[in-house]
């Protein structure tokens, strides 16, 4: 049961292009959502996050949109680099102050020089 | 100068052995957690220490026993290793009841 859903498992982008990563939930009450990024062989970690009460939050190149009626939200990358050729998860925490996260499956993207 | 190490990095074993993995965090975090990758790749929680004391206990089978001698460490061991544990588990801490996790580099566990 998939409460964080990223449906496409892989992206691929040319270097200076846009990159758009989705992510899908199901639970309404879900309040914060977080980005992170994981290389091979590497734990994942922290991108970048938003809360509910925002429907944008922006870090340098990165840019997570935040569309609650439709229990969606997307990391955009701008400008992709080759750097970024990562695995990103999506992940919430089931309520507010809980202590695990629900994670997406990963979307791999491969940034093409 | 890792933030959360875990160790081994790999793991390989035969069916029936019982096996640990060790994990340390030196950023001063309260919470500690363990996190299993399965071969669909979903990363899902199975323990979750405070300060020492046990707060989630996902549906893990009980020859999984977490065990955390002070807050900075928090080990995993397993009891007669089944092909199903085949995973890559992932050891994180965060501050008390913040979201944000750090992550180990993961164990690569496979069970022959």
């Known amino acids: 049961d998939q409460q964080v859903k990223q449906n496409s498992p892989s992206l691929s982008v040319q270097e200076g292009r846009i990159s758009i990563l989705n992510c899908d939930y199901t639970?309404?009450?879900?309040?914060?959502f977080l980005w992170y990024k994981k290389y091979p062989a590497e734990g994942p970690t922290f991108l970048i996050s938003i809360s509910s009460i925002k429907d944008k939050n922006e870090d340098g190149r990165f840019t997570v949109f935040l569309n609650k009626s439709a229990k969606h939200l997307s990391l955009h990358i701008v400008p992709s680099q080759p750097g970024d050729s990562a695995v990103y998860f999506c992940?919430?925490?089931?309520?507010?102050?809980?202590?695990?996260?629900?994670f997406g499956t990963g979307t791999r993207l491969t940034v093409i020089p | 100068d890792t933030a959360v190490s875990q160790t081994p990095k790999y793991l390989v074993t035969q069916m029936g052995n019982d096996k640990s993995i060790k994990c340390e965090q030196n950023l001063g975090h309260d919470t500690m957690y363990w996190y299993k990758q399965d071969s669909k790749k979903f990363l899902k929680i199975m323990f979750s220490?405070?300060?020492?004391?046990?707060?989630i206990n996902e549906t893990v089978p009980n020859r999984f026993s977490p065990k955390s001698p002070d807050k900075a460490h928090l080990n995993l061991h397993i009891n007669s290793l089944e092909l199903g544990d085949s995973a890559v588990y992932f050891c994180a801490s965060s501050a008390n009841r913040n979201e944000k996790l750090f992550f180990g580099s993961g164990t690569q566990l496979s069970v022959l």
């Open positions: 639970n309404s009450m879900f309040d914060y």
């Open positions: 992940a919430a925490p089931p309520q507010t102050g809980a202590n695990n996260l629900f």
């Open positions: 220490y405070n300060n020492k004391e046990l707060i």
